[in-house]
């Protein structure tokens, strides 16, 4: 295989980092919504508080990558607001994503998800959804 031949099959263009993109986009829509301003919708509510968090910094980081007005950093107050969760619990579950290197904190009273980390993220709680099909 020539270098040339390498070349096109490690860099990638836009197009294909676009695509991935929109796959993810589409599992992140089975459970929220974001509206122009950047305020998340979770549709689904029997997530954990932990997972809404989750959910909420995913949604947030991948409107960032399709809408420059939108933020990927969510604070505190925008989590609570989003999840219902109150402020104490929002900062553990942030803190607990921090822990688990979903989320970085990029300053005090606020979070921002690690992009490369949201499609398992999305993953992981549609596996739950997806046993109950099969065992049914």
């Not at 109150?86 to 005090?108: L, T, W, Y």
């Amino acid at each position: 295989m020539s270098l040339a031949d390498v070349k096109k099959q490690f860099i990638v263009d836009e197009d294909a980092f676009k695509e991935r993109l929109e796959q993810v986009v589409g599992k992140a829509l089975k459970y929220c919504r974001i509206d122009k301003n950047g305020q998340v919708l979770i549709a689904d509510s029997s997530l954990s508080g932990k997972d809404q968090v989750k959910l909420t910094l995913a949604a947030r980081a991948l409107a960032a990558q399709l809408d420059d007005q939108i933020a990927a950093d969510v604070t505190v107050v925008e989590l609570c607001k989003y999840t219902g969760l109150p402020a104490n619990q929002v900062r553990a579950r942030g803190n607990d994503a921090i822990r688990d290197k979903f989320a970085e904190s990029p300053e005090a009273g606020v979070y921002r998800a690690i992009p490369r980390k949201i499609e398992a993220f999305l993953d992981t709680i549609s596996a739950p959804e997806e046993a109950k099909f099969k065992k049914g």
